[in-house]
Each structure stands twice: as C-alpha cells, then as structure tokens.
C-alpha cells in the first residue's frame, strides 16, 4: 500500500487532501506517492519543491528569517561567547503573550495566566538563578583553563631553555 511521503518521511497530516493528477498536497506544496522509497536525497527533494511555481517563496523566505532570529547561537562560538549567550539567556521571562486571534481567547489566557503567575514566577526564578551560576562556573573555569595554559606555556620555555643548556654542554642524557 502506498504512503503519502513528503521529502522522505510519511506524512500523518489529517490536513493533507487528495489534489488533480495522484499527487497529494498540503499548503500548496505537492507531496507524491511511493511505496515507502525515499526520493535520492533530502537535499533534492526540497530543491525539487522549492523550483516548482507553486511553492510560496515569500512565506518561505520569512520563515527562515525569523527562525534564524530566534536561533540564539552565532556562526562560531568561543568560550567568551558562550558564557555571554548562558548570561543573556539565562533570564526566563514568565509574562506569557495574551495577544490572540480567537474570540474569547484572551479572557482565557488572562484567566490561567493569573491562576499561575505565582507558580511560573517562582520556576522562573529558580531557573534564572540556575543560569547565572552555571555562568559564574564556567567563567571560573575560563580563568582556571587559562591560568593552566600560562604555566604550560612556560613549562614549555623552560625546557626548551634547559634543552638548550644540556646541548651547549655536550649533555645527551
């Protein structure tokens, strides 16, 4: 029996509906049958989708942008960097959106958001508190690690210094 396959995994999606031609689609985008056999890779089967005139670039694009938005890590992280992403992210803000589309929505969320703000700020809290000392730890370990590189380093220079000496004196031992 075939499955409903959408760039190699099977689709689940009540949503999708039957289109014109045997192919099934859902937002547009055409999703094709096969008898559980992957197409030759991901990466085609979204280029494949991305080409046809169908596929809704701009909704894309502004997809894309906004989760590289909100992916909190940069293109390369150092120790620094990592240890200023923990501290600006360790703070939780517990003031969950009321903004809705849905009548009656926002009575509802004010409603639960009040029953457990109490709760939430207190997670919240403990949470916050757990993010800042894992900042303080790592900076600690920062300045250990560097501190241990410092005595390497003239560990290093000492003995290339009585390397040396040993060789000026003829000393092979």
């Not at 999703?31 to 991305?50: R, W």
């Not at 958001?113 to 508190?129: E, F, I, M, P």
């Not at 370990?141 to 003829?170: F, P, S, W, Y």
Request: proline share 4%; with cysteine; glycine share 10%.
């Amino acid at each position: 029996m075939p499955r409903h396959v959408f760039t190699g995994c099977q689709s689940t999606n009540t949503a999708t509906r039957r289109g014109w031609g045997g192919g099934w689609y859902n937002n547009g985008v055409r999703i094709e049958q096969t008898n559980g056999q992957a197409g030759a890779g991901l990466e085609a089967a979204v280029a494949e989708l991305e080409a046809a005139p169908s596929f809704p670039v701009a909704y894309a694009a502004r997809v894309r942008a906004a989760v590289r938005r909100l992916d909190p890590l940069p293109a390369t992280l150092d120790v620094p960097g990592a240890l200023a992403l923990v501290t600006q992210e360790a703070r939780i803000d517990v003031d969950a959106p009321l903004r809705t589309r849905r009548r009656g929505a926002k009575a509802a969320k004010t409603v639960v958001k009040r029953l457990t703000a109490w709760y939430l700020k207190y997670l919240g809290d403990q949470v916050s508190d757990l993010g800042q000392a894992m900042v303080r730890l790592g900076e600690a370990l920062v300045e250990r690690v560097d501190g241990v590189k410092e005595e390497v380093d003239d560990l290093r220079d000492r003995v290339a210094r009585l390397e040396a000496e040993a060789r000026e004196r003829g000393d092979h031992s």
